[in-house]
Structures are given as C-alpha cells and as structure tokens.
C-alpha cells in the first residue's frame, strides 16, 4: 500500500512537473516570438527614419551646396548617415576644388570634406587638405592638412579623420 502510494505521488508529481516544463517552454516560444516582432517592427522603424533621412540630406544638401558648383569645382558630392544609436542624420560633403597653390604650370586643388547633422545644422568634422603639383624644375608632388577637426578632436591626416568619423557611421 506504501509502495502504490508512493507510485501515485511519484506519478502526479511526474504531471505537474512535466505540465509546468510544458508551461515553460510555452512562455519561453511566445517570449521568443515577442521579441522576433519587437525586432522586425524596429527594423522596419529604422528602415522609414533612413529613408527620411535621406530625403532630408539631400534637400539640406540642395540649400547648403546647390549654388557651389562652379567651374572651379571638380567633385562636389555627400553620402548621408542615419545613426540609429544616436538618431542622428548626418551628411557627409565631400568638396574638390582648382586651387591657386601650384607654381607655374603646375597644378593644384582642394579636398574639402564636413560632417555635419541635418536637422541641427550643427557641424561634428571638418577636414581640408590641399593638393599641390610643380613640374619645374622637376616634377614635385606633395599634400598639406589645412584643418582636421571631429568634435574638438585635432586630427593630422586623412586617414586619421576617417578613423574618428567611423563612430558616427557605424551605429
């Protein structure tokens, strides 16, 4: 009789702990589910805000630049940023220009680049750089940082800008 009562205990015992491991790995399912939609619905929340954002850069890019093009310019172009981290849409503006640095016959231009918030019009980086070539006496090619600035950070070269401005285009 103790032997039946201990097998009744054992197999109810064996019910509810297999119910409540079923209840368990139910809860844990929808809890899964529930964070595969959070996911999905803030996936398609950063694919609208990048959209937004680059329709807004370029629209701040037409205010700020569209009068620049002259027939000094050689590349005047931006690639925009949405930084999800921050919710930030930066624009980057790239600016090549004919520069007057070069001796005679030689020949010479600016590389202009700023990283700047659309919707503050506040501007995180700078970066100038000019780039000089002289053919006499011979053939002389050298390149001068002007400014190299990310956010009060000084910076010497423009791989070193690329490297501080890798923060604001990677989150």
């Not at 805000?49 to 931006?78: H, P």
């Not at 990310?150 to 923060?167: A, I, M, S």
Request: negative net charge; aromatic residues 10%; charged residues 25%.
């Amino acid at each position: 009789m103790a032997r039946l009562q201990a097998m009744v205990v054992g197999l109810i015992l064996l019910v509810t702990v297999g119910c409540d491991g079923d209840k368990i790995a139910q809860l844990e399912k929808q809890n899964q589910e529930l964070k595969d939609q959070i996911a999905k619905q803030n996936l398609a929340a950063d694919f609208d805000l990048q959209a937004k954002c680059s329709k807004d850069a370029r629209v701040w890019f037409n205010e700020n630049w569209g009068g620049a093009r002259d027939k000094q310019t050689i590349l005047l172009d931006f690639t925009n940023y949405y930084n999800a981290k921050h919710n930030k849409c930066l624009i980057l503006v790239e600016y090549h220009y004919n520069s007057q640095f070069a001796g005679p016959g030689g020949n010479s231009w600016t590389n202009d680049m700023s990283l700047t918030d659309v919707y503050e019009n506040a501007k995180y980086a700078y970066f100038a750089e000019n780039h000089i070539t002289n053919f006499k006496p011979t053939i002389e090619t050298h390149e001068e940082v002007i400014s190299c600035d990310v956010e009060r950070t000084k910076c010497k070269t423009g791989d070193e800008f690329n490297n501080l401005l890798r923060p604001y285009m990677n989150d």
